[in-house]
């Protein structure tokens, strides 16, 4: 099996900072890329950032500037530092990786179980 633990999110005024982290562990043979997706109340889950090993990233057009991912390949971790934050960057942020496992030759996405970032303004 294969795990997502996240940790990091919290109440923030806006304009503060916050980071995520995000490690992957269990039967991980390999990993394609990792990334973020948030989902706010009453709207679906959305793209906010992804990693790949070589490191190409990839960000939505509402948090360039403002959210950079890294990533620890040995470490099977992802780090998302949020700054500048907005209150419409309120949400359950998510963390994904899209890997091979042992148990399954074919990629597949992983979830964590989520991490609620609040903004207040």
């Known amino acids: 099996q294969v795990q997502l633990v996240e940790s990091g999110g919290g109440l923030v005024q806006a304009g503060g900072s916050l980071r995520l982290s995000c490690a992957a562990s269990g039967t991980i043979f390999s990993i394609r890329s990792m990334g973020w997706y948030r989902q706010a109340p009453g709207k679906q889950r959305e793209l906010v950032t992804t990693?790949?090993?070589?490191?190409?990233?990839n960000y939505a057009d509402s948090v360039k500037g403002r959210f950079t991912i890294s990533r620890d390949n040995a470490k099977n971790a992802v780090y998302l530092q949020m700054n500048s934050l907005k209150p419409e960057d309120t949400a359950v942020y998510y963390c994904n990786a899209r890997l091979r496992s042992l148990d399954n030759p074919n990629l597949n996405d992983y979830w964590g179980q989520g991490t609620q970032v609040t903004v207040s303004s």
């Open positions: 990693i790949t090993t070589d490191g190409t990233t």
